[in-house]
Structure formats: C-alpha cells, structure tokens
C-alpha cells in the first residue's frame, strides 16, 4: 500500500485562510483539499502490509514535545519560473522543529530500509501544476509575507494515500501523539 507519515493541518482558522488564498490566487492549478492539508516528513510509497506493521512500532518508538509553527510564506518547487507545487513555509524555529522531528522519523525508519531520497523542506503543497503556466515570480512575491496562522504541532500519523481519478484519498493507519 502507499503509504506516508505526515503532520496533518487541524487549525480551522488555518485551514479557512489558506481557503480564502487557493480562491483569491488567480492561477491555473488545481488546489489542495484543505482536509488533506499536511506536512509530509517521509515519503515511503509502496510497501507491505507486514512492512507497514514494522514501520508503525518503529514510529512509536519516537518521543516529542508539542509544538507550535506559525504557517507564512509562499513558495513554489522546482521553481517559479516552472512550477508543479504551489506551498506555504513556516517561520523559522516553527521549522527547525520540524526538521528536527523528520530527522527522527527518518532514523528510526532507515533500518527498516527506507531512506528519504530528499532532505525534509518544511511546506504544505496548496497547489498542484499539470500543465505549464510560465513563470509565476512576480505573482509569489506578491505573497511572500502571507500569515495563514499557527498550528500546533501535537501528533504525526502514518496515512495511507490511494490514488483515484478524483484525486488522491487518504486515511489514518497510526498516529502517535506528542508527550505533554
């Protein structure tokens, strides 16, 4: 199954924001259900059921704080002149901070052979790209300083994507909460 760990986005406010951007950004591309907002620390895609049972003890095995990360800033990969993701950044201790908890899921998932081919950026996709739309600079850094809120940080989930015509559907196979 593919599969995912990921910080989800729960702030409402956070999500309405964000919203209220994907509908007022006058772009061609297809925008990011807000119930499927998230933060992907590693990426495994398809593995075994028997793999997916090793994966969640190893995930449980990780032990972190709660913590908040202020969601501001916009961004596009690879890059504005020829973007496929449209994403929102956070500030940088928010950041640090996830940086800090992919690196802990990252270790604790190499021994079961699965190793990140990226290093973690923190961002939330907002946008997906199909076809070329040209360069897009101007139109970001018009947005640069965009608040959209802060989100707390108190759990990470394992979460399985199944790819569908209508887009992808994801859903919950582990979660492990942030110790208080």
């Given at each position: 199954m593919r599969t995912f760990v990921a910080i989800e986005i729960s702030n409402n406010n956070v999500k309405d924001s964000i919203k209220d951007f994907q509908k007022n950004f006058?772009?061609?591309?297809?925008?990011?259900?807000?119930e499927q907002l998230h933060f992907t620390l590693q990426f495994l895609g398809e593995i075994s059921e028997?793999?997916?049972?090793?994966?969640?003890?190893?995930l449980q095995t990780i032990k972190f704080t709660e913590f908040s990360i202020n969601l501001k800033g916009i961004?596009?990969?690879?890059?504005?002149?020829?973007?496929?993701?449209?994403w929102i950044g956070t500030d940088e201790k928010g950041g640090r901070n996830l940086i800090?908890?992919?690196?802990?899921?990252q270790n604790v998932l190499k021994p079961l052979g699965l190793v990140s081919?990226?290093?973690?950026?923190?961002?939330?996709?907002?946008?997906?790209?199909?076809?070329?739309?040209?360069?897009?600079?101007?139109?970001?850094?018009?947005?640069k300083v965009v608040d959209f809120g802060m989100q707390e940080i108190s759990g990470i989930k394992?979460?399985?994507?199944?790819?569908?015509?209508?887009?992808?559907?994801?859903?919950?196979?582990?979660?492990v909460i942030a110790v208080k």
């Open positions: 006058k772009i061609d591309a297809k925008p990011v259900n807000a028997e793999l997916v049972q090793k994966v969640i003890e190893s961004g596009a990969f690879p890059k504005p002149e020829f973007p496929r993701v449209i800090e908890l992919a690196d802990k899921v081919d990226k290093p973690f950026k923190p961002h939330i996709t907002i946008f997906r790209i199909k076809k070329k739309i040209g360069d897009i600079t101007k139109e970001l850094n018009e947005k394992l979460k399985k994507s199944e790819l569908t015509s209508s887009g992808p559907i994801y859903s919950d196979l582990e979660e």
